[in-house]
C-alpha cells in the first residue's frame, strides 16, 4: 500500500483531478430487512449512517459530485439535507437480490459524463478522512484503476469437505501452526468503499481487477452494520471517542 506520509497532501486537489473528476457514490435503498430504513437509522441523536457517511466524504474535499442512489423518500430527503445529490434508483435494482454492481452500473448509464467513481457504504460508521484520501491518491496513478478498503485477518480457516466429512485447514499447516509475528495474515475486503472506473463497471462488470491497489483499515474500523447487534456496538465505540 501507498504509504501516504510519503506524499505532499497539499497536492491532492491535482492529483484527483490528474485523470479526471472522481464522483462518490452512496446505494441506499429503503428496503433492508434487519434493521428496517436501515442507512438512516441514528446512531447518535440526530446524526445517522447515511448524514454521518455523506458528513466525512464532503470533509474530505476529493469528490467532485456526491450521489445518493435510491428508492425511498425518506432516504432522499436525507442525502438533500447533507448536501447530496439523489439517483432515483429504480425499482428493477432496488430488490433484495439486486446487486451493488447493478445499481451502479444503472446510476453510471444515466450519467456518461463520470468515468471515475468511488461506492461508499455508509453502513461502515468509521470511514475516515484519511482512507479516503489514500484511496484517491493510488487511483490517481496510472498503476491503479480500482482500490478498496481491506483488513488484516491472522485468523485460521477451516471448512468441511462436504457437510457432516473431514475438515480442511485452508490457510495454514495444522503441524506447522503459524506464530502471529511469523507470517503477514490475510487481507479481507471490508467493504467500506470502492474507488472503480466506468470501463471495469460497465465492461467488464466488475468493481475490481488484478491491478487493484488497497487501503488496510483498523480491525475496529471495519464494522459493518448488518444487524442490531453491529448497530449497538458502533454506538457503544463512538460513545468511547
Known amino acids: 500500500v501507498l504509504s501516504i506520509a510519503l506524499l505532499?497532501?497539499?497536492?491532492?486537489?491535482?492529483?484527483?483531478?490528474?485523470?479526471?473528476?472522481?464522483?462518490?457514490?452512496v446505494l441506499a435503498r429503503g428496503g433492508?430487512?434487519?434493521?428496517?430504513?436501515?442507512?438512516?437509522?441514528?446512531?447518535?441523536?440526530n446524526v445517522t449512517l447515511l448524514g454521518r457517511a455523506l458528513h466525512t466524504i464532503q470533509r474530505s474535499a476529493l469528490f467532485d459530485s456526491i450521489w445518493v442512489s435510491t428508492d425511498h423518500e425518506r432516504i432522499a430527503l436525507e442525502a438533500v439535507s447533507?448536501?447530496?445529490?439523489?439517483?432515483?434508483r429504480s425499482a428493477t435494482h432496488a430488490q433484495d437480490h439486486s446487486s451493488s454492481l447493478d445499481a451502479t452500473a444503472e446510476f453510471l448509464e444515466a450519467h456518461p459524463e463520470i468515468d471515475r467513481l468511488?461506492?461508499?457504504?455508509?453502513t461502515s460508521p468509521f470511514l475516515r478522512v484519511h482512507?479516503?484520501?489514500?484511496?484517491?491518491v493510488q487511483h490517481s496513478s496510472m498503476a491503479s484503476p480500482c482500490v478498496f478498503s481491506v483488513v488484516?485477518?491472522?485468523?485460521?480457516?477451516?471448512r468441511n469437505q462436504e457437510p457432516g466429512g473431514r475438515l480442511?485447514?485452508?490457510?495454514?499447516?495444522?503441524r506447522r501452526r503459524p506464530r502471529r509475528q511469523d507470517w503477514s495474515g490475510e487481507l479481507v475486503e471490508a467493504g467500506m468503499f470502492y474507488f472503480t472506473d466506468r470501463r471495469l463497471v460497465m465492461e467488464e462488470r466488475t468493481f475490481q481487477s488484478d491491478r487493484c491497489g488497497v487501503v488496510e483499515v483498523d480491525e475496529l474500523d471495519a464494522l459493518e452494520i448488518d444487524d442490531v447487534k453491529h448497530l449497538e456496538l458502533a454506538r457503544l465505540l463512538i460513545g468511547l471517542h
Open 8 to 25: 505532499n497532501l497539499s497536492n491532492y486537489g491535482g492529483l484527483c483531478h490528474s485523470l479526471g473528476p472522481v464522483a462518490a457514490l
Open 118 to 122: 468511488a461506492l461508499i457504504q455508509c
Open 152 to 158: 488484516r485477518s491472522y485468523r485460521l480457516r477451516w
Open 82 to 88: 447533507h448536501g447530496a445529490s439523489v439517483f432515483a
Open 168 to 174: 480442511e485447514a485452508l490457510n495454514f499447516d495444522p
Open 131 to 136: 482512507y479516503l484520501e489514500e484511496a484517491i
Open 32 to 45: 433492508s430487512k434487519g434493521i428496517p430504513l436501515k442507512n438512516i437509522v441514528e446512531l447518535q441523536p
